[in-house]
């Protein structure tokens, strides 16, 4: 069962997509925002094309773990995704995932360019991971 990872950012939603067995998270792309309709209509083709069975958002909360402006564009975002798949969408905490992806980029001595283009994936796929280590069967 594949499973498909958003980081839902205002100008971009990074993705990243499970392994069929739904053990492992890998980066895939970065949609670039529209707005409204077409988001939702980019990310419904990417569940088909890879024919995911559930969607993890993340939820960017505060430190205190408050919802914020930007958890709350992010949830409507995601009731919309539910109405419009038809799949499960589950949102998860995402606090410190964009930092850890930065992280991990310059510890890998991606250049700072690289690392604009990818950091949205990235964050995508460390929300993913953390959903299938702690919904693992």
Same mark, same amino acid.
């Given at each position: 069962?594949?499973?498909?990872?958003?980081?839902?950012?205002?100008?971009?939603?990074?993705?990243? /997509?499970?392994?069929?067995? *739904?053990?492992? $998270? &890998? @980066?895939? !792309?970065?949609?670039?925002?529209?707005?409204? =309709?077409?988001?939702?209509?980019?990310?419904?083709?990417?569940?088909?094309?890879?024919?995911?069975?559930?969607?993890?958002?993340?939820?960017?909360?505060? /430190?205190?773990?408050?919802? *914020?402006?930007? $958890? &709350? @564009?992010? !949830?409507?975002?995601?009731?919309?995704?539910? =109405?419009?798949?038809?799949?499960?969408?589950?949102?998860?905490?995402?606090?410190?995932?964009?930092?850890?992806?930065?992280?991990?980029?310059?510890?890998?001595?991606?250049?700072?360019?690289?690392?604009?283009?990818?950091?949205?994936?990235?964050?995508?796929?460390?929300?993913?991971?953390?959903?299938?280590?702690?919904?693992?069967?």
């Amino acid at each position: 069962m594949r499973v498909l990872g958003l980081d839902v950012g205002e100008r971009r939603i990074g993705v990243a /997509l499970s392994d069929p067995l *739904g053990l492992t $998270a &890998q @980066r895939l !792309t970065v949609l670039r925002r529209c707005g409204g =309709r077409e988001d939702l209509d980019a990310v419904c083709a990417l569940i088909a094309q890879h024919q995911a069975a559930a969607v993890v958002v993340g939820l960017p909360l505060t /430190l205190k773990g408050a919802h *914020g402006s930007q $958890a &709350q @564009r992010v !949830t409507s975002f995601a009731n919309a995704l539910r =109405r419009q798949s038809m799949v499960p969408v589950h949102l998860v905490d995402e606090r410190l995932t964009t930092a850890q992806g930065e992280r991990a980029l310059l510890a890998t001595d991606t250049s700072r360019r690289r690392r604009k283009q990818v950091i949205d994936q990235v964050a995508a796929q460390l929300i993913l991971q953390q959903y299938l280590d702690t919904h693992s069967t």
